[in-house]
């Protein structure tokens, strides 16, 4: 598999079969066959490709994100090949489908590690996705994991790092700002059942306490509950004015309707989620995102050419698609990650294997990614990044505070 | 459950003479199941080598093993369904309880040796399904089978949302198992070793099954398979062979979902739950129940085309309605499942006895009496 | 009159369906040793009864005894595991088992459950699985499957099967049912010998059948008892002749 490239063209076909899969459109790449999807960069290089495996969620519920982590990685990594690759070598990239499923997923991140042996994997978007597959990809598969999402902290496994929002950095600037800026006292945190919201939960109510507010309630709902009448009910008479949201889809789509429709938001009621961004619009219907407050580490309103200029190339390479490059769906993350790698490689001067990428990129910085530079804390698995708190309106969203370089504050 | 004598017709054309196949087929199908999953891994890692070094952990290797695993958790389904009239729609919750327990027992203990987790799994299938075997089978009136099938359906649905709420098992998440089981102190990581362990434990859980349903106890289920009223008549306490066949079936279902939890590395709410359920019963109804050997062929087929077909992006969309179809064909034209087409009727009840017959029963395994394998 | 206790003592025994009254305080006495008949019109309740003294139903009023003991509510299992055994009006065997594997089935009836698992009891039992079938003279169908036989030979199986564990009493409902006459002398043949070790209740439609083989008739008319005696009391009873030639 060393240096064969299959012919170009060959994969207008295999994409004109993909009606269902959504945009698995590569621009410029030539599509490989067998497992998933493979594609290979065009053009001669001297050395033998790296080879990046990503694992994410093209199908259910989690798919918009999903499917906007794979067009940015694609991004990334054609940057860097048409730039010589990496010391030379170019990056192949493949693809599994985690299908918004742990079970299925650890049987397709299989196939990444074992059959076609990659040398770092990119992906997983919920927590439950990537509590399912690190243990295939890092104890199992002995591979460098990292993980792109915001998320509840605490995952301090060797050779897993994240590049995504940790709750202290997407709670330190928010809650007080919604508190001390608009006088926001009364929270409820209406949740889905699982590790995420528990911990953001838990990180967000000492926050909230300290700053003289009080949690109304705090309530677990199934991931697949639909039924939210009573949370709203519960929220207007027990006078709340912020919703601390932290429901994910399917049960999402149901919440923020009947949360809306109560009229929650018209008599000055605050919502705020912080995984929201401009992707959502996917989920949600944008009148429901109305003023929602988030913080994440990019939006494309930010005052950054880095930014500004990634946004052009991507509209470029997938003209029209519906899968933005944003915060909150990983994809910055996503990016970050491709360049970390790219970074720590460079470090090692060469050598792929897990120990030394591992050592390098525990104590690298990047430049040339959105929302400004970012550089992992060494020993820590996490890196410290530019935060934006942002309010949603008319489909953008306006940047109403900023801080640099917030530290994550994680497994230290 | 009761057979019609209809098919007896068509088995033998010319009446009570000399039927014209061999009517031992089974033990030669059952000669090939073994030879093929004891060569496999050798057969697949020549095969894809490509030039490489030999690699016996590969992929292909560790992919079967797992399907090897869920076939005994088919082995268990048949010897409700297929033996006893037992519809299980919820075999899984036992399996995927052998899980959960130990998941569990290692992550507060630090144990991971097989032999700690594979007697825990047989014992906690073992102890809950007769727990729930006691509640859906016994009563003044025999429960009837639509009665047992709902019953365990929800046991399987209830026990699946009960763990996606509970924190202490991971809830929604399910658990993680990071250690690799272990097996006289070395760790056994998924591979070739771990594959023939897989097969060793099939082998064993599928002898002991073979030896059940073939002893004078097995003789009873064949007659309660067919009137189980007249049974009662004889003086069977009919409740008891099913409550008994029943923990048994739970312990095998148990003793795979330990060892397949540690296997995957991963135990969720899906593992106890509805859909794995229905794959045990899809795995037996394709393969062919009251054989023991069809729902392992049943297992083997359905997991095998899953894994070769999700290669592919466009059948990988349409696999589930073809599962779907071919189910449907199967239970309306071929109800005896693959294995049917190969098995007589007869052969499936089977002899019990330790004189077999001479010119009316054709060829045999001769001076092999039942039940001694 | 026998002086001795009845093996089996039905006492005002009664039966409802519903608001139909199918047995009303029929009495029923059948010594050890005897062949007793249970004849009447179409409908009187034979079937019931005879159901009623298996424990197939359960009565509503009055009392079955059998051996001394009241077994007016025990299960059919538990009836069976005390002498007393019933043969279906619809062929019950095992139709896809063979016959030496009913026979077996009746056999092992009785053994422990672990005695089953590691059947222990296979090598013995086979010899009383070999007279039984010589008994029937079904030898040379033993490994055919019961549900390929003639409606006779699958007759004689299932009274074979029902006689398997020496009861002490059998209930035969309507034995000969569907039988050529000569299946019928056949049958008569092999119920003679069982006399010397168990009792025998039979519903039968055959007259001559039945004139032949019992010892002792109970009438039934309605669901209630319209005479009873030995057969050549019943013969000459007016009573009974009156029912017979007025009633279909």
Same mark, same amino acid.
């Given at each position: 598999?060393?240096?064969?490239?299959?012919?170009?063209?060959?994969?207008? $076909?295999?994409?004109?079969?993909?009606?269902?899969?959504?945009?698995?459109?590569?621009?410029?790449?030539?599509?490989?066959?067998?497992?998933?999807?493979?594609?290979?960069?065009?053009?001669?290089?001297?050395?033998?490709?790296?080879?990046?495996?990503?694992?994410?969620?093209?199908?259910?519920?989690?798919?918009?994100?999903?499917?906007?982590?794979? =067009?940015?990685?694609?991004?990334?990594?054609?940057? &860097?090949?048409?730039?010589?690759?990496?010391?030379?070598?170019?990056?192949?990239?493949?693809?599994?489908?985690?299908?918004?499923?742990?079970?299925?997923? +650890?049987?397709?991140?299989?196939?990444?590690?074992?059959?076609?042996?990659?040398?770092?994997?990119?992906?997983?978007?919920?927590?439950?996705?990537?509590?399912?597959?690190?243990?295939?990809?890092?104890?199992?598969?002995?591979?460098?994991?990292?993980?792109?999402?915001?998320?509840?902290?605490?995952?301090?496994?060797?050779?897993?790092?994240?590049?995504?929002?940790?709750?202290?950095?997407?709670?330190?600037?928010?809650?007080?700002?919604?508190?001390?800026?608009?006088?926001?006292?009364?929270?409820?945190?209406?949740?889905?059942?699982?590790?995420?919201?528990?911990?953001?939960?838990?990180?967000?109510?000492? *926050?909230?306490?300290?700053?003289?507010?009080?949690?109304?309630?705090?309530?677990?709902?199934?991931?697949?509950?639909?039924?939210?009448?009573?949370?709203?009910?519960?929220?207007?008479?027990?006078?709340? @004015?912020?919703?601390?949201?932290?429901?994910?889809?399917?049960?999402?789509?149901?919440?923020?309707?009947?949360?809306?429709?109560?009229?929650?938001?018209?008599?000055?009621?605050?919502?705020?989620?912080?995984?929201?961004?401009?992707?959502?619009?996917?989920?949600?219907?944008?009148?429901?995102?109305?003023? +929602?407050?988030?913080?994440?580490?990019?939006?494309?309103?930010?005052?950054?050419?880095?930014?500004? =200029?990634?946004?052009?190339?991507?509209?470029?390479?997938?003209?029209?698609?519906?899968?933005?490059?944003?915060?909150?769906?990983?994809?910055?993350?996503?990016?970050?990650? #491709?360049?970390?790698?790219?970074?720590?490689?460079?470090?090692?001067?060469?050598?792929? /294997?897990?120990?030394?990428?591992?050592?390098?990129?525990?104590?690298?910085?990047?430049?040339?990614?959105?929302?400004?530079?970012?550089?992992?804390?060494?020993?820590?698995?996490?890196?410290?990044?530019?935060?934006?708190?942002?309010?949603?309106?008319?489909?953008?969203?306006?940047?109403?505070?900023?801080?640099?370089?917030?530290?994550?504050?994680?497994?230290? | 459950?009761?057979?019609?004598?209809?098919?007896?017709?068509?088995?033998?054309?010319?009446?009570?003479?000399?039927?014209?196949?061999?009517?031992?087929?089974?033990?030669?199908?059952?000669?090939?199941?073994?030879?093929?999953?004891?060569?496999?891994?050798?057969?697949?890692?020549?095969?894809?080598?490509?030039?490489?070094?030999? @690699?016996?952990?590969?992929?292909?290797?560790?992919?079967?093993?797992?399907?090897?695993?869920?076939?005994?958790?088919?082995?268990?389904?048949?010897?409700?369904?297929?033996?006893?009239?037992?519809?299980?729609?919820?075999?899984?919750?036992?399996?995927?309880?052998?899980?959960?327990?130990?998941?569990?027992?290692?992550?507060?203990?630090?144990?991971?040796?097989?032999?700690?987790?594979?007697?825990?799994?047989?014992?906690?299938?073992?102890?809950?399904?007769?727990?729930?075997?006691?509640?859906?089978?016994?009563?003044?009136?025999?429960?009837?089978?639509?009665?047992?099938?709902?019953?365990?359906?929800?046991?399987?649905?209830?026990?699946?949302?009960?763990?996606?709420?509970?924190?202490?098992?991971?809830?929604?998440?399910?658990?993680?198992?990071?250690?690799?089981?272990?097996?006289?102190?070395?760790?056994?990581?998924?591979?070739?070793?771990?594959?023939?362990?897989?097969?060793?434990?099939? *082998?064993?859980?599928?002898?002991?099954?073979?030896? %059940?349903?073939?002893?004078?106890?097995?003789?009873?289920?064949?007659?309660?398979?067919?009137?189980?009223?007249?049974?009662?008549?004889?003086?069977?306490?009919?409740?008891?062979?099913?409550?008994?066949?029943?923990?048994?079936?739970?312990?095998?279902?148990?003793?795979?979902?330990?060892?397949?939890?540690?296997?995957?590395?991963?135990?969720?709410?899906?593992?106890?739950?509805?859909?794995?359920?229905?794959?045990?019963?899809?795995?037996?109804?394709?393969?062919?129940?009251?054989? *023991?050997?069809?729902?392992?062929?049943?297992?083997?087929?359905?997991?095998?085309?899953?894994?070769?077909?999700?290669?592919?992006?466009?059948?990988?969309?349409?696999?589930?309605?073809?599962?779907?179809?071919?189910?449907?064909?199967?239970?309306?034209?071929?109800?005896?499942?693959?294995?049917?087409?190969?098995?007589?009727?007869?052969?499936?009840?089977?002899?019990?006895?330790?004189?077999?017959?001479?010119?009316?029963?054709?060829?045999?395994?001769?001076?092999?009496?039942?039940?001694?394998? | 009159?026998?002086?001795?206790?009845?093996? *089996?003592?039905? /006492?005002?025994?009664?039966? #409802?369906?519903?608001?139909?009254?199918?047995?009303?305080? +029929?009495?029923?006495? #059948?010594?050890?040793?005897?062949?007793?008949?249970?004849?009447?019109?179409?409908?009187?309740?034979?079937?019931?009864?005879?159901?009623?003294?298996?424990?197939?139903?359960?009565?509503?009023?009055?009392?079955?005894?059998?051996?001394?003991?009241?077994?007016? $509510?025990?299960?059919?299992?538990?009836?069976?595991?005390?002498?007393?055994?019933?043969?279906?009006?619809?062929?019950?065997?095992?139709?896809?088992?063979?016959?030496?594997?009913?026979?077996?089935?009746?056999?092992?009836?009785?053994?422990?459950?672990?005695?089953?698992?590691?059947?222990?009891?296979?090598?013995?039992?086979?010899?009383?699985?070999?007279?039984?079938?010589? =008994?029937?003279?079904?030898?040379?169908?033993?490994?055919?499957?019961?549900?390929?036989?003639?409606?006779?030979?699958?007759?004689? %199986?299932?009274?074979?099967?029902?006689?398997?564990?020496?009861?002490?009493?059998?209930?035969?409902?309507?034995?000969?049912?569907?039988?050529?006459?000569?299946?019928?002398?056949?049958?008569?043949?092999? %119920?003679?010998?069982?006399?010397?070790?168990?009792?025998?209740? &039979?519903?039968?439609?055959?007259?001559?059948?039945?004139?032949?083989?019992?010892?002792?008739?109970?009438?039934?008319?309605?669901?209630?008892?319209?005479?009873?005696?030995?057969?050549?009391?019943?013969?000459?009873?007016?009573?009974?002749?009156?029912?017979?030639?007025?009633?279909?």
């Amino acid at each position: 598999m060393a240096n064969k490239h299959a012919n170009g063209g060959g994969g207008i $076909t295999r994409r004109s079969l993909l009606r269902g899969a959504g945009a698995l459109t590569a621009a410029g790449w030539v599509a490989g066959f067998s497992g998933g999807w493979i594609l290979r960069p065009r053009g001669a290089f001297a050395a033998a490709p790296i080879k990046f495996g990503v694992a994410t969620d093209i199908t259910g519920a989690i798919a918009p994100s999903g499917n906007s982590n794979w =067009q940015v990685i694609q991004l990334a990594v054609k940057k &860097i090949n048409d730039a010589g690759g990496i010391g030379g070598r170019p990056i192949e990239l493949y693809l599994e489908d985690t299908a918004s499923d742990p079970k299925v997923a +650890v049987g397709n991140v299989l196939k990444l590690i074992q059959q076609h042996k990659v040398d770092v994997v990119v992906g997983g978007i919920t927590s439950a996705m990537r509590e399912a597959i690190k243990n295939p990809i890092v104890r199992r598969g002995k591979t460098l994991y990292l993980y792109p999402q915001l998320y509840e902290g605490q995952e301090c496994t060797e050779h897993l790092y994240c590049t995504g929002p940790t709750p202290a950095q997407q709670c330190d600037e928010l809650i007080p700002y919604l508190m001390n800026t608009h006088g926001k006292k009364r929270f409820a945190m209406p949740s889905a059942n699982y590790r995420w919201p528990q911990l953001l939960n838990k990180y967000a109510r000492a *926050l909230i306490e300290k700053n003289g507010g009080e949690v109304v309630f705090e309530e677990y709902y199934p991931l697949d509950q639909l039924e939210y009448s009573a949370t709203v009910a519960k929220i207007k008479s027990e006078g709340v @004015d912020c919703v601390f949201n932290t429901i994910i889809p399917p049960g999402l789509q149901a919440f923020t309707k009947q949360l809306y429709e109560s009229g929650f938001q018209k008599d000055g009621g605050a919502h705020t989620c912080v995984y929201f961004d401009e992707n959502s619009v996917n989920y949600v219907p944008e009148r429901e995102l109305e003023g +929602v407050y988030t913080c994440l580490d990019y939006f494309h309103t930010v005052d950054d050419p880095v930014g500004a =200029q990634l946004q052009k190339e991507y509209a470029e390479m997938f003209p029209g698609t519906k899968y933005l490059f944003t915060a909150g769906s990983a994809a910055t993350g996503a990016y970050r990650a #491709v360049k970390f790698y790219e970074a720590a490689v460079k470090k090692t001067g060469g050598d792929l /294997s897990r120990e030394a990428v591992s050592a390098a990129i525990d104590d690298v910085a990047i430049t040339d990614v959105p929302g400004g530079d970012s550089r992992m804390v060494p020993g820590t698995g996490h890196c410290a990044l530019n935060m934006y708190v942002a309010q949603a309106k008319g489909g953008s969203y306006e940047i109403l505070s900023s801080a640099n370089m917030v530290p994550p504050q994680e497994c230290g | 459950m009761t057979e019609t004598t209809a098919n007896l017709a068509d088995d033998k054309a010319d009446g009570k003479q000399r039927p014209r196949l061999p009517l031992s087929v089974l033990p030669i199908i059952e000669i090939a199941m073994l030879a093929l999953l004891m060569l496999y891994p050798i057969f697949i890692t020549y095969l894809t080598a490509e030039g490489e070094a030999l @690699d016996f952990n590969n992929y292909f290797v560790v992919r079967v093993t797992s399907i090897i695993l869920l076939a005994m958790l088919a082995v268990s389904f048949d010897l409700c369904w297929g033996y006893s009239g037992i519809m299980s729609f919820g075999q899984a919750l036992f399996f995927g309880i052998g899980g959960y327990f130990v998941a569990k027992l290692s992550e507060e203990t630090g144990m991971t040796s097989m032999l700690i987790i594979i007697p825990a799994g047989m014992l906690v299938g073992l102890i809950s399904a007769l727990l729930v075997g006691w509640f859906l089978l016994i009563s003044k009136r025999t429960p009837t089978i639509i009665f047992v099938a709902l019953g365990s359906l929800t046991a399987s649905f209830a026990a699946e949302r009960l763990v996606a709420g509970w924190q202490w098992v991971g809830a929604g998440n399910g658990m993680s198992i990071w250690d690799f089981p272990t097996l006289f102190g070395t760790d056994l990581e998924p591979g070739i070793g771990f594959y023939y362990l897989a097969v060793a434990c099939l *082998l064993i859980a599928y002898l002991a099954s073979r030896y %059940l349903v073939r002893s004078q106890f097995g003789l009873a289920l064949a007659g309660i398979r067919q009137n189980e009223d007249r049974l009662a008549f004889l003086g069977y306490r009919l409740q008891a062979f099913k409550l008994i066949v029943f923990s048994f079936a739970g312990l095998i279902a148990g003793w795979g979902g330990a060892i397949y939890a540690f296997h995957e590395g991963f135990v969720g709410p899906a593992t106890v739950g509805v859909t794995t359920s229905t794959y045990a019963v899809l795995y037996g109804l394709f393969g062919g129940v009251g054989t *023991l050997i069809g729902p392992v062929i049943g297992a083997g087929v359905i997991e095998g085309l899953t894994v070769i077909l999700s290669d592919n992006e466009t059948l990988k969309a349409y696999w589930p309605i073809a599962l779907g179809a071919v189910m449907l064909v199967v239970v309306a034209y071929q109800p005896t499942g693959l294995v049917g087409l190969l098995v007589t009727q007869r052969e499936r009840f089977g002899s019990f006895g330790i004189r077999k017959g001479k010119k009316s029963s054709g060829t045999d395994d001769a001076g092999k009496a039942d039940g001694h394998d | 009159m026998a002086m001795t206790e009845p093996l *089996l003592k039905v /006492s005002g025994l009664g039966k #409802v369906f519903g608001t139909l009254r199918a047995l009303n305080g +029929v009495d029923v006495a #059948v010594h050890a040793n005897t062949f007793h008949g249970l004849i009447g019109p179409n409908g009187s309740g034979k079937s019931t009864l005879l159901k009623a003294i298996a424990g197939d139903h359960f009565a509503d009023e009055g009392e079955v005894s059998f051996a001394g003991e009241d077994v007016t $509510t025990m299960s059919p299992a538990e009836r069976s595991r005390r002498g007393l055994s019933l043969k279906f009006q619809i062929t019950a065997i095992l139709p896809e088992l063979t016959v030496y594997d009913n026979l077996l089935l009746a056999l092992q009836a009785h053994q422990s459950m672990w005695g089953l698992l590691l059947s222990r009891s296979r090598q013995r039992l086979d010899a009383d699985v070999m007279d039984m079938l010589a =008994q029937f003279r079904l030898t040379g169908k033993a490994h055919s499957l019961a549900g390929e036989m003639s409606h006779g030979e699958q007759q004689w %199986l299932e009274i074979a099967m029902a006689l398997a564990l020496k009861p002490k009493l059998l209930l035969l409902d309507e034995p000969t049912g569907g039988m050529s006459p000569e299946e019928r002398r056949v049958t008569g043949e092999l %119920l003679e010998p069982i006399r010397d070790y168990c009792a025998l209740v &039979i519903v039968e439609h055959d007259l001559d059948f039945i004139k032949d083989i019992c010892d002792n008739l109970t009438v039934l008319d309605q669901g209630q008892v319209l005479d009873d005696g030995t057969v050549a009391e019943i013969e000459g009873s007016t009573k009974v002749q009156e029912v017979y030639t007025t009633r279909v």
